[in-house]
């Protein structure tokens, strides 16, 4: 079985958010038990092409968007640990030559995303019609990928797709006047077809009516999905369509790169049979923070996209109450403008108590994880989340809102089992109060935290069970060809 798995962003090479981590693990963890894998994402000018041995291997091409005729070249890591695992990339230096994924620094989305993405797809599917790329089974990811078995299907090319939507507040929208990038069949098909939605079309939601089979990354998000209206952001009724061909699976975590006893980004290793290097970590983590080390005071720390979803409404409601509690707490996020401006505020009015760093920068979410005793991830909503993952795995014991993945992976302390704390209520007062919980299990239950972290990493979320779920979905696909 050959899989073609195509996403916007793929770890270690370029990488937004979780998106990113699934597309690095997910495909190796297929390859290292025998599925033959292609991963193909674009070639962003700021992906260190020496680094990791970035290579054009003289396929080139072109294809259209509208009028005008674009030109491609194809690249491939040959440094590829894994045999099975071949990584490919579309180069393109007008569409992908900038320092953003998908947006600018400031936050801003680039206007040419429409186009952007389009490209990418009728790439992937003018190499398949060239017989560049020959796979079984096409698992394309969010809207960005969501076209392409569309596309095909218009070229009369029948390859079965998987489309796993990571997010569903991510959808696509693109206009009538933006369809004109399409080719004149995609065109007349979308006219012809009465269920598509032509005022504003929705590449997520042309995505979930052409692909054979669509998931979701845990199980309690696809059945949230299913049951309340709003969280699928406008699809409820095609959700209900095909709710016989729609699923969940979990995400993993890829434990050879985060996990405290083997992980390069952080100065102290350690596991739960030798734990002094966690409160090394911890005053590394206050160091490089500037923060005054206290190590009878827990550190709550956050590492996110600063947006609504991720409930930062919720914890700057709550932040001058927190400050009474004896926590420090450091967030480190970019984002919402809004969200930035008002942690800056208060990491600058209470500099021993609060840290924000403003910046995606990789070595400090993993000194976070490691130096944390908390974290902190109150999601409105949450497909799977990762972050919370790895928290359990670094022995930072994780407080979440019970939905989506956080209810899936986080069980609730209760004196003797659980192994972080969950809240139901979605207000910032059940939030305040868990986090007293925390802080009181830390402070003054030293028994019960044992076990709770205990308990925390010894949870194993690594990928090789939900690879074998996404494995047993390709073969059923097939199956049905
Ligand atoms: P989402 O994909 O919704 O952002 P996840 O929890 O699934 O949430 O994944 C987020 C990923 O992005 C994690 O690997 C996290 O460590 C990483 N991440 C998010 N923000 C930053 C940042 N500012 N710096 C470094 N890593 C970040
Ligand atoms: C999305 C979701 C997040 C999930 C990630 C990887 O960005 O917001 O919950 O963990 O994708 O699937």
Known sequence: MKILFAAAEVAPFSKVGGLADVAGALPAELAASGTGVQVVSPLYSFINQQKHAIESIGITGSVRLGLTSHPFEIAKCVNSQEPRLECLFVINEYFYSREGIYTRADGEGFEDNTDRFFFFQKVIVDLIIRGILNPDIIHVNDHHTALIQFLLHNRKIDIPTLLTVHNFQYQGHFTVAESGMLGPNDRAELKANSAVDMENYNALEIGIRYTQHTNTVSPTYASELLEQSPMSFGLHNVLLKYRERFSGILNGADYTYWNPQVDQLIPFN??????????????????????????????????????????????????????????????????????????????????????????????????????????????RFEPCGLNQIYSLRYGTAPIVHFTGGLADTVQNWDGNTGNGFVFDNYDSETLLATIHQAVNVYQNLPNQWNNLRENAMSADYSWENSAAAYRKLYQQLLAKE
């Open 270 to 379: 350690y596991s739960h049979a030798a734990m002094t290097g966690k409160l090394e970590n911890k005053q590394a983590l206050a160091k490089r923070c500037n923060l005054p080390f206290n190590s009878d005071i827990p550190i709550i720390g956050s590492v996110s996209r600063l947006v609504e979803s991720k409930g930062f409404d919720l914890i700057l409601e709550i932040m001058g109450r927190l400050l009474s509690l004896p926590v420090q707490m450091i967030f480190l996020g970019t984002g919402q403008p809004e969200y930035q401006e008002q942690l800056s505020k208060w990491a600058r009015k209470y500099p021993d108590n609060i840290s924000f760093t403003a910046a995606y920068d990789e070595p400090q979410a993993h000194l976070i994880e490691a130096g944390s005793d908390l974290f902190l991830m109150p999601s």
